[in-house]
């Protein structure tokens, strides 16, 4: 059963695990499990999703319930009207605390290039006593709050890779050896990169939707491992 943050007679949002498909894609031929599935048996009615969330990545994810509230929701994202607060956890501490990233993005799809904008703030920081790279003694990483200013596909991981503090867990765009400290070290096999909050306006009632979800067992784990306390780090930053 999929967690449901938020429901109205319109709209959705649920905690997607990390590691489950959004909808069916290309990439994935032949695999039934997905969300969009899963939700859609769950409550008994049609669903859609109004955006996308990477198959590794956990957190909030927007269904319209109506075929009537999908493109003013879907406008929504396009004007940059939607709130989308993510955590991640990534390799070494920024010299800049809080910044904008401001780096077109090549479409994966259609090859050109794209306009994208981040923007980060360092929430935790820590120091571990394993030489994860065979080159020091210690270990540094952060917890980052990051905000979407924009949509581009996998743009938080790329923005984050751009400026050489990747995400750990990340196999595509991170620091392998990193991944592989941390799956030798902790156990860990996910990415961890966490859609935190989201915010939207219901058009049809005017009201504002603000929701939270949970961080997942395996980014808590890593935070305790690096000896930050998530609840008082997660309610300092409300």
């Known amino acids: 059963m999929l967690d449901i943050l938020f429901e109205d007679e319109h709209l959705i949002i649920i905690d997607k695990p990390a590691g489950l498909l959004v909808h069916r894609t290309r990439q994935a031929f032949g695999e039934d499990e997905n969300a969009l599935i899963q939700l859609r048996d769950?409550?008994?009615?049609?669903?859609?999703?109004?955006?996308?969330?990477?198959?590794?990545?956990?957190?909030?994810?927007?269904?319209?319930k109506n075929?009537?509230?999908?493109?003013?929701m879907k406008a929504q994202f396009s004007d940059r009207k939607v709130e989308k607060t993510y955590l991640a956890i990534v390799r070494g501490i920024p010299v800049e605390k809080e910044n904008l990233i401001d780096h077109p993005l090549t479409s994966?799809?259609?090859?050109?290039?794209?306009e994208a904008q981040t923007k980060y703030k360092v929430i935790a920081e820590s120091e571990i006593p394993f030489n994860s790279t065979g080159r020091y003694?210690?270990?540094?990483?952060?917890?980052?709050?990051?905000?979407?200013?924009?949509?581009?596909?996998?743009?938080?991981?790329?923005?984050?890779?751009?400026?050489?503090?990747?995400?750990?867990?990340?196999?595509k765009h991170g620091d392998n050896k990193q991944n592989i400290f941390f799956e030798k070290q902790f156990g860990l096999t996910n990415l961890l990169l966490?859609?935190?909050?989201?915010?939207?306006?219901?058009?049809?009632?005017?009201?504002k939707i603000s929701v939270s979800c949970p961080i997942p067992v395996h980014f808590?784990?890593?935070?305790?491992?690096?000896?930050w306390k998530p609840n008082e780090i997660l309610q300092a930053s409300n």
């Open 42 to 64: 769950q409550i008994g009615s049609w669903v859609a999703p109004v955006h996308r969330l990477d198959r590794a990545t956990s957190g909030t994810l927007l269904f319209a």
């Open 67 to 72: 075929e009537a509230i999908l493109p003013l």
């Open 108 to 114: 994966e799809r259609s090859g050109k290039l794209q």
């Open 137 to 171: 003694p210690t270990s540094r990483y952060s917890l980052l709050e990051v905000d979407l200013m924009t949509g581009r596909t996998h743009q938080i991981r790329r923005h984050l890779a751009h400026i050489r503090h990747y995400i750990v867990g990340d196999k």
């Open 194 to 207: 966490h859609a935190w909050k989201l915010s939207v306006n219901n058009p049809m009632t005017g009201e």
């Open 220 to 227: 808590r784990t890593i935070m305790q491992e690096l000896a």
